[in-house]
């Protein structure tokens, strides 16, 4: 069925969770609005939800809201762009303070950001382009993800190898990590793109896995495979397990989860490595740089939360079986300094 902005209304209920949250008490000296926060309507406007990552960036975004005590909507499109853009009206209709944009397409989000911004809403955007000066771009550093799995693995496997390399065109972070796959491949001349590769279809893991397995039949010298989303490298790494490969492959990868976690500890796993950030962190800073705008504060257009390496040796060593683990064992992962002035209420803290 072709979802229309008039349709829409029909499928509110279904399509859209609302939660007020009481937060903790907050001080006397809050900046407006947040001095009566119940009364602060914010939404989450999602494309992608499918997949451990992006469970970790919701629980964050609750965790945020909660804390500041303000009333949290979430709809979600389900890879649904026309959808996507129709949410944003009924964000509008709906007369919230905020708005998180959360992936998306640049052609669809673009205008229906816009609009929101007309009508006097505050937005941010999380990897997604949408091209608007007025409102601040919530990144992962993707490059800076790229370039740390991309530096495991000439460290790892030196500087000339055959690759696979798992990639869609049009998501803003992949974009962001295709750039610095195309300058390694420039600075590294003997990395050989034999196969590239991917899809969004879901499940995105077993669709991925598909092609990966006509990749390696047709590819079996393939050393190493680049994957910078950990829904390709879990497709990835079946089609390697399934064709025997787990020794003479190796995965790099971006983005983290429990299931990863375990996946890269497995015996003879050929997940070597990943970058990541802490996606529930992201969450966090994603709803705080909306509440400072909501405030009159500028968080800066472009709000960064820095990445760190996670390699299957630290997870070994460690002994790092979980996200709880690996945020008490490797503190910089546990917490971003990003987008926190001195009246926010974090999660957890009174």
């Known amino acids: 069925m072709k979802i229309t902005r008039r349709t829409l209304g029909k499928l509110t209920i279904g399509l859209m969770g609302a939660t007020a949250f009481s937060g903790f008490a907050l001080s006397a000296d809050m900046p407006k609005p947040f001095d009566n926060p119940g009364q602060v309507k914010i939404a989450l406007v999602r494309y992608l939800s499918t997949g451990d990552f992006f469970q970790s960036y919701l629980s964050g975004v609750e965790a945020q809201a909660k804390a500041l005590g303000v009333d949290l909507r979430v709809l979600d499109s389900r890879q649904d762009a026309a959808l996507q853009a129709d949410m944003v009206d009924q964000a509008i209709a709906l007369k919230v303070d905020g708005i998180i944009i959360q992936h998306g397409l640049t052609e669809s989000m673009k205008e229906a950001a816009k609009r929101a911004v007309d009508a006097g809403i505050k ?40 690759a696979g390399y798992v990639y869609v065109a049009g998501i803003a972070p992949l974009d962001r990590r295709d750039e610095t796959w195309k300058e390694f491949k420039t600075k590294y001349p003997g990395i050989n793109e034999a196969a590239m590769f991917g899809t969004m279809d879901n499940p995105i893991a077993n669709s991925v896995a598909n092609q990966a397995r006509s990749v390696l039949s047709a590819n079996p010298d393939v050393q190493v495979m680049f994957a910078p989303y950990d829904e390709f ?32 500890r497995e015996q003879d796993s050929a997940w070597a490595a990943t970058a990541a950030t802490n996606p529930a962190v992201v969450g966090q800073v994603s709803v705080r740089a909306l509440a400072m705008l909501l405030a009159g504060e500028d968080p800066g257009h472009n709000v960064i ?18 996200m709880e683990e690996l945020g008490a064992k490797l503190p910089q992962f546990a917490h971003a300094d990003v987008a926190v002035p001195a009246w926010m209420p974090l999660p957890n803290k009174k």
């Open 233 to 264: 490298a879990k497709g990835v790494k079946i089609a390697v397990d399934e064709a025997g490969l787990s020794t003479s492959v190796k995965i790099y990868s971006a983005d983290i989860s429990t299931s990863d976690i375990a996946a890269m």
């Open 305 to 322: 939360v820095p990445p760190t390496l996670i390699t299957q040796k630290d997870l070994k060593d460690a002994d790092i079986k979980n």
């Open 123 to 162: 937005v941010v955007a999380f990897d997604v382009n949408v091209e608007n000066p007025k409102i601040p771009q919530i990144e992962q550093s993707d490059r800076d993800l790229a370039r740390l799995a991309l530096e495991q693995a000439v460290k790892d496997n030196g500087d000339a190898w055959k």
